[in-house]
């Protein structure tokens, strides 16, 4: 898998601040620079909102793609319509896309209304999976539980994301009015994160990818600028109500189902807790449950400009003047299992010791017996974000035990006889001395 989270090793200062946010510990600082573990990564863009130094970014394409196509249809995530400062208008974000290089606009809004009615339809009729269902419209968290909760695959809902949906249906529609092969039909995503990113090009539930590319909204953003200025009366281009356009925010997905019992759930940190709970039999008392790595949705993606907070109050003043709902799913026969994944999500053993069972067991043992030597303080000192990656990284070779500043305090003693290598060390990690403590009993 290519992934859209990079780092930029001249800006890197090798700080950890990035190893300890990182929901699968998929990034080691050695030598002085961070590095990303690419088999465990979920490009949830953790890391690059807490980067100081803006040395871990987000890649997309550029647009100068767009010339390899003879006609070229934008889909932008509806989290884009937050983005602009007293925007009354839809129609007038959708018109400036036109002047940018576009034939056509088709709403990813479009295609989460769809995704809401089928999702309707099916609760009617009773043809659902375990509950809770779990939503899989973040790429993120989609493969955060095929690493981490293998166990919890099935309740993941059997459909592809909006995006996708929408890339579908505007290459068949563009290349029945067109009469162009749909080769040589250009769709591309505008989207607010990392994982849609990654997962326009490597897609989860898809044989391959049905989008042509990507584009970030903070590039495309300053391009629309005065394009939608310029626009005295913007056509009429929006094609989707109140529940697509709502997919934008945390929760907005889970009010479009209508009366289920759901909970909505934003932040990487608050959706692991959420997993593990649904892991132990905790389950909550819910349907269904969305979940989205970012803060308050899409709206919060490390690829969007504004605040999530103030994008999410724009978008709900947007929302006023639409319908509550303008499309619904009514494909009928083979043309009803568009919205249904070409490939079952599997579990993903990036946590896998061996391949050897036997060797697995005894990597473990030893990975558990190192980190009983540990002080379990969990610094971040060596580079890994807890005491056991630290262990588990020595007994796959992937460092060294005296990278532990406690196991480089223990080897100078030793070597030197004495029990004050302590004045070498920085003052967190400094053990205190006898006369100290009798300085601080004093009165």
Known sequence: MKHAVILDYN????????IKTCPTEAIRVRSGKAAILGARCIDCGSCIQVCPHKAIKSVSDTLEGLEKFSYRVAVPDPALYGQFHHLHDINIVLGGLLKLGFQEVYEGAKGAELLSDYARQCIRSGSRGPLPQISSACPAVVRLIRMRFPKLIDHISQTITPMELSAILARREAAERTGLSPEQIGVFAIVPCSALVTAAHSPDALEKPVLDGAFAIRDIYLRLLSPMRELCEPPHLAS????????????????????????????????????????????????????????????????????????????????????????????????????????????????????????????????????????????????????????????????????????????????????????????????????????????
């Open 11 to 18: 800006r890197c200062r090798g700080c950890t601040t990035c």
């Open 240 to 443: 989707a109500g109140i529940m697509g356009v709502g997919w934008a925010y945390c929760g907005g997905e889970s009010a479009a189902r209508l009366g289920e019992r759901y909970l909505a759930v934003d932040g990487i940190t608050n959706v692991i807790r959420m997993l593990e709970e649904i892991e132990d039999g905790r389950e909550p008392e819910a349907d269904f449950i969305e979940l989205r790595a970012c803060v308050q949705g899409c709206v919060g993606g490390c690829l969007t400009v504004e605040n999530p907070y103030a994008a999410r109050m724009r978008i709900k003043g947007l929302m006023k003047g639409l319908p509550v709902s303008s499309n619904r799913f009514t494909f009928e026969g083979p043309n009803r299992e568009v919205v249904k994944p070409d490939l079952a999500l599997q579990y993903e053993p990036v946590f896998v010791l061996d391949e050897d069972r036997s060797a697995a067991m005894e990597k473990l043992s030893r990975i558990e017996e190192l980190e009983r030597q540990l002080p379990g303080l969990h610094c971040g000192s060596c580079g890994a974000p807890s005491c056991h990656a630290f262990a588990e990284d020595v007994v796959l070779g992937r460092a060294d035990r005296f990278d532990c500043i406690f196991k480089v305090r223990e080897r100078t003693e030793y070597m030197a006889g004495t029990d004050e290598a302590d004045e070498y060390l920085p003052a967190p990690f400094r053990q205190k001395r006898a006369h100290d403590q009798e300085q601080e009993e004093q009165p």
